[in-house]
């Protein structure tokens, strides 16, 4: 079978495809057990000049604008496909260009379902959602699968957007979809992105490398956080579960865990103390934009389907920053 991965350059794309190739095999249409994977497509608009060493011959680096429907209608071009949507102009990024959050994640979004729809075997197609889909002020605390999405950024309309076209085309029968419905994934390596939450990394990812971190929020303030390589885990297994173990509502918030500014720089200090890291500093600086977008997101998303269906979820926010470590700093990953 054939696996697309749209933003497949980015940084959870590309840990998404090694696992996958790693693994071999992927559910396909219709179930009824793994099938090899023989060919791997990763789609972006700014794809790298030459292949990754891990990259096998199975794979292929495709760079266009996931806008174009012709463009999308040709990477979709085999019955045996499984597909994961990542693309996306993310938060803050989205509030500052309107026009292309919506040429991206809703045109390219509705572009990806129908190239999928076309094909007609009702393939798996794994949408990356976001804890954005929610906000307001009257917001609970805690969001379950029946909280109302009342998203505060043009990011977060178009993913609660994503979500209801995902359980219509799968209602239908067009295609076997499922969200994974993300909290704030820690540490992405690289520089910062425009993604509003980008200091959640970038507070462990800079002292780390011995550069100075500027702090937006408060030390009280507090985030839900998921580490990357339980992400990864839990993209594969919403793509593997069984349809009638998620149920009619496709979204499945993976499982979170909620810390303050104040204990991830502590969870920072002991790592570098057990490690002999000498980190670089962390400094204050307020910024309201950051703080609004952030602070209108929930604290907690039900995670009782994830962890049902298998979802990984993190032993603690040291280990966490170790793999990270261990990951792309000492090995270079």
């Not at 500014?261 to 950051?290: F, H, N, S, W, Y």
């Amino acid at each position: 079978m054939k696996v697309l991965i749209t933003g497949g350059c980015g940084f959870l794309g590309t840990m998404i495809a090694r696992e996958i190739l790693e693994k071999g095999a992927l559910e396909g249409p219709g179930g009824g057990g793994p099938l090899p994977v023989d060919a791997f497509q990763l789609f972006d608009h700014v794809v790298p000049e030459e292949p990754a060493d891990w990259m096998d011959d199975r794979v292929s680096v495709v760079a266009g604008d996931i806008s174009d429907r012709e463009t999308v209608k040709r990477l979709v071009d085999r019955e045996d496909i499984s597909i994961f949507h990542l693309a996306s102009v993310v938060s803050a990024g989205g509030e500052q260009d309107f026009d292309l959050a919506i040429r991206v994640n809703l045109d390219g979004g509705l572009n990806v379902l129908e190239a999928a729809r076309s094909v007609g075997s009702a393939p798996r197609v794994v949408f990356a959602s976001s804890l954005a889909a929610f906000g307001g002020p009257d917001l609970p605390r805690e969001v379950n699968d029946l909280t109302r999405q009342t998203p505060e950024t043009t990011y977060g309309m178009t993913k609660a957007f994503g979500e209801l076209a995902i359980n219509d085309y799968t209602r239908k029968g067009y295609i076997d979809g499922r969200t994974v419905r993300l909290p704030t994934i820690i540490i992405r390596p690289g520089t910062p992105n425009a993604a509003a939450s980008g200091w959640a990394s970038g507070i462990f990812r800079e002292p780390l490398q011995g550069r100075e971190h500027i702090q937006p929020v408060a030390d009280d303030f507090q985030m839900m956080l998921l580490g990357y390589r339980s992400a990864v885990g839990g993209f594969l297994a919403v793509h593997e579960a069984p349809g009638r173990d998620i149920g009619p509502d496709r979204s499945v918030a993976l499982p979170n865990k909620v810390y303050s500014v104040a204990e991830m720089k502590a969870a920072l200090d002991r790592v570098a103390a057990e490690e002999g890291i000498r980190m670089g500093p962390i400094t204050p600086r307020p910024d309201a934009q950051v703080a609004a977008i952030c602070g209108s997101w929930p604290l907690v998303m039900d995670q009782t389907r994830a962890l049902k269906i298998g979802c990984p979820e993190d032993e603690s926010l040291d280990r966490v920053i170790r793999d990270f470590r261990a990951d792309f700093l000492v090995n270079g990953n």
